[in-house]
């Protein structure tokens, strides 16, 4: 005799399906409105990077004013590095090449650098200031401004120091270490292969060569003459020249002033209001971008990953 179906049993089967249902329904509708809050809050942090960046990228450019341009060269000076010639010679275009200009201050805290990059700023706002002669540029020295530093800020018109600024170090270094000594007591044996007598020059695994070492000494010197004649040309008869100037010594912004080697006590804020007679001061700095700090680990990455990392560190004005 068949089963009769229990209209209790179909009641709480429907209920329970429809119950299904709605849970189902309701967890579509949270997980719809999470993705659509996520990417509404993806839309607008998107758009306020653009609003920065586009704050950043037109802020300076756009004031036609009488004003004074403000450089930041804060940091070691190295291609791709926080301070390098491409930004710095962006920043100074910028400033120069605005009707509202007055007059521009570099200001530095950096210990130095590239001797290369550092010569290439200079030779550019020497060129700018024969382009732009009613134009004053100064420096500004806060913490430190020392050897690659230096090499750009005697391009200034004037150099501007606090008494407690560190000012100098004109001198350059190569700078590496030796493993021989080690090698021999762990037993690790060198096993270099060149095609050219000199392709292993400076080898740190290797005993040091005294014809090389001589090579590099005279490269050293070379780059430090050249470093001396900038300095002279850009300090003239302010430079009292002593045999301790060019030796790699640094000084106070108090005695920097008294060698010649700085102008005036002033900060920057100073420079502009008392100087420059433009307090209005506009940052011309070339700020990296997030991408731009993408792009730079990329391509220190791939350096590295060919070895090319410390070749490009090589002569150090520091």
């Given at each position: 005799m068949a089963e009769q179906a229990n209209p209790q049993d179909n009641s709480n089967w429907q209920q329970q399906t429809i119950e299904k249902l709605a849970l189902s329904g309701l967890k579509e509708q949270k997980a719809a409105r999470r993705w659509s809050i996520f990417f509404k809050s993806l839309t607008f942090i998107y758009l306020f990077i653009l609003l920065v960046l586009?704050?950043?990228?037109?802020?300076?450019?756009n004031v036609t004013t009488p004003h004074t341009a403000l450089i930041d060269i804060n940091g070691v000076i190295e291609a791709?590095?926080?301070?390098?010639?491409?930004?710095v010679i962006s920043s100074l275009q910028d400033a120069y090449g605005n009707s509202g200009t007055k007059g521009i201050i570099l200001r530095f805290n950096t210990p130095g650098g590239s001797p290369v990059q550092a010569g290439i700023i200079n030779d550019e706002i020497m060129r700018q200031k024969k382009l732009h002669p009613k134009i004053p540029v100064y420096g500004v020295v806060e913490d430190i401004c020392a050897s690659g530093g230096y090499y750009i800020a005697v391009a200034t018109d004037k150099i501007y120091v606090d008494k407690a600024s560190i000012v100098g170090s004109i001198g350059v270094l190569m700078d590496g270490y030796g493993f021989t000594e080690v090698m021999k007591k762990v037993g690790v044996e060198r096993r270099l292969m060149t095609a050219g007598e000199n392709k292993g020059m400076l080898d740190p695994f290797s005993p040091v060569n005294p014809k090389q070492q001589a090579f590099a000494q005279s490269m050293l010197n070379e780059v430090h003459e050249q470093f001396k004649n900038v300095v002279r040309?850009?300090?003239g008869s302010r430079l009292k020249e002593t045999p301790e100037i060019f030796s790699g010594l640094f000084w106070s912004g108090d005695q920097s002033i008294k060698l010649g080697l700085a102008d005036a006590l002033g900060s920057a804020d100073y420079v502009a209001r008392e100087v420059i007679k433009q307090e209005d001061i506009v940052d011309y700095t070339n700020k990296e971008t997030v991408v731009d700090r993408f792009a730079k680990k990329l391509?220190?990455?791939?350096?590295?990953?060919?070895?090319?990392?410390?070749?490009?560190?090589?002569?150090?004005?520091?």
């Open positions: 586009a704050l950043s990228w037109f802020g300076a450019k791709g590095g926080e301070v390098n010639a491409d930004s040309l850009g300090r391509g220190a990455s791939m350096a590295k990953s060919i070895g090319l990392d410390a070749m490009t560190k090589g002569l150090q004005l520091r």
